[in-house]
């Protein structure tokens, strides 16, 4: 079982809307935890990083959050735009790195 | 240009092949990354390096051999291609604060 799970695997959403995804994670122990953004084609590119004691961090209209006693982090993407149509991927540090499998976020017009 | 470059970009190769992927970094970085995407899973670290001569093992290690002469260049080596190599493949640096900055990435099809 991969210790960082995403959820929806999928999303599609209009112009405009806002959305949130999902990162649950098990690894331990923990030292930060980092939200890319990965276009198709392209290698990913950090958003946000979080350490234990942040519950909530901003990047323009990107806003993660992180709750290290349950274990979860979500972000928060506010009026998307067509250009955030990409991937996105939780990242969670410990001893080493562990990706998650990425949220494929589609805006259409 | 500056940042983190991969290539060749595309590459298809036949089963047996040895093929070798270019990871080059202009920021100095001591730690760099390989790793490799495939559909479903997140991203799974091949190998690693945390300075010129100095490399391990990740979490995939198996088919694969690196090198690191110079602290620029990283490349990864597939010794006899296989099809369950077909993959995206990412070279990364980590910089401050433990960022990584990652490659455009190298898509291998082997046949």
């Known amino acids: 079982k991969n210790q960082v799970e995403q959820s929806p695997q999928s999303l599609i959403i209009l112009e405009g809307k806002n959305c949130t995804l999902q990162?649950?994670?098990?690894?331990?122990?923990?030292?930060?935890l980092r939200w890319y953004k990965q276009d198709t084609g392209r290698g990913p590119v950090s958003l946000t990083i979080m350490t234990f004691s942040e519950n909530t961090k901003s990047n323009g209209r990107y806003t993660a959050t992180l709750d290290a006693d349950t274990k979860q982090s979500s972000l928060h993407i506010t009026a998307s735009q067509l250009s955030d149509s990409a991937s996105y991927i939780c990242v969670v540090s410990g001893r080493d790195m562990r990706f998650g499998a990425g949220t494929r976020l589609t805006v259409k017009p | 240009d500056a940042g983190i470059t991969q290539s060749p970009r595309y590459k298809i190769t036949e089963t047996g092949r040895q093929v070798t992927l270019m990871c080059h970094q202009t920021?100095?970085?001591?730690?760099m990354f390989w790793y490799r995407q495939d559909l479903g899973h997140g991203l799974r670290l091949i190998y690693y390096s945390a300075a010129a001569d100095i490399t391990d093992k990740g979490e995939v290690p198996d088919g694969y051999v690196v090198s690191r002469s110079k602290t620029e260049n990283f490349p990864l080596t597939l010794e006899s291609a296989t099809r369950s190599q077909t993959s995206v493949y990412f070279c990364?640096?980590?910089?401050?604060?433990?960022?990584?900055?990652f490659g455009p990435g190298t898509r291998l099809t082997v046949t």
């Open positions: 990364a640096s980590r910089g401050l604060a433990d960022e990584q900055y």
């Open positions: 990162c649950n994670y098990t690894v331990s122990p923990f030292s930060n």
């Open positions: 920021w100095s970085h001591s730690y």
